[in-house]
T-cell receptor, first 115, second 109 residues
Framework: GAVVSQHPSRVICKSGTSVKIECRSLDFQATTMFWYRQFPKQSLMLMATSNEGSKATYEQGVEKDKFLINHASLTLSTLTVTSAHPEDSSFYIC???????????FGQGTRLTVV | SQELEQSPQSLIVQEGKNLTINCTSSKTLYGLYWYKQKYGEGLIFLMMLQKGGEEKSHEKITAKLDEKKQQSSLHITASQPSHAGIYLCGSSNTGKLIFGQGTTLQVKP
């Protein structure tokens, strides 16, 4: 299957700083990318859906100004956690799809720890 | 909004036993996905079902989508320790890919 690379796999940052997570589709053009958050022993919670060249669509309860999503090209989407707090510590996963209702390929995830 | 309910939430089986995981949707499913995850890692795609009554198999794993397209089941035959992990059903509708709460499977040698 197609490959999605997520970077970094682990990051530790201080409270108040910003962290950027990258999601790249390596061998296909992803018109749609999804960002998820996963808490321990829980499922994936969809944070936002981004389509190349347009603004991301955020799920209810997800702060747009805190979780900035950019999908500037067909192979790259970024999630920036701004002014991070310890409660933002979590596992973040991205996925990329060719289009609507097609198979989505997942990155390996990023473990964020805010200290 | 659409919700996916998985059952059971967790499962412990003896190696060699068969098991079934269910996924029920509150709305008609247009695309139903099954993924496997080791916690703290990415998701591994297992199967995608789209047509009512569709059934797919890969090695010892079989997934079915019912005729009404609101329920899917994942069946593992002769389970092995390598089958252990979190199984997630997902659905795509109106451009979103959402997941059920997951089923944690443990296989005892």
């Amino acid at each position: 299957g197609a490959v999605v690379s997520q970077h970094p796999s682990r990051v530790i940052c201080k409270s108040g700083t910003s962290v950027k997570i990258e999601c790249r589709s390596l061998d296909f053009q992803a018109t749609t990318m999804f960002w998820y958050r996963q808490f321990p022993k829980q499922s994936l919670m969809l944070m936002a859906t981004s389509n190349e060249g347009s603004k991301a669509t955020y799920e209810q309860g997800v702060e747009k100004d805190k979780f900035l999503i950019n999908h500037a090209s067909l192979t790259l989407s970024t999630l920036t956690v701004t002014s991070a707090h310890p409660e933002d510590s979590s596992f973040y996963i991205c996925s990329a799809a060719f289009g609507l209702d097609t198979e989505a390929f997942f990155g390996q995830g990023t473990r964020l720890t805010v200290v | 909004s659409q919700e996916l309910e998985q059952s059971p939430q967790s499962l412990i089986v003896q190696e060699g036993k068969n098991l079934t995981i269910n996924c029920t949707s509150s709305k008609t499913l247009y695309g139903l996905y099954w993924y496997k995850q080791k916690y703290g890692e990415g998701l591994i795609f297992l199967m995608m079902l789209q047509k009512g009554g569709e059934e797919k198999s890969h090695e010892k794993i079989t997934a079915k989508l019912d005729e009404k397209k609101q329920q899917s089941s994942l069946h593992i035959t002769a389970s092995q320790p390598s089958h252990a992990g979190i199984y997630l059903c997902g659905s795509s509708n109106t451009g979103k890919l959402i997941f059920g709460q997951g089923t944690t499977l443990q296989v005892k040698p």
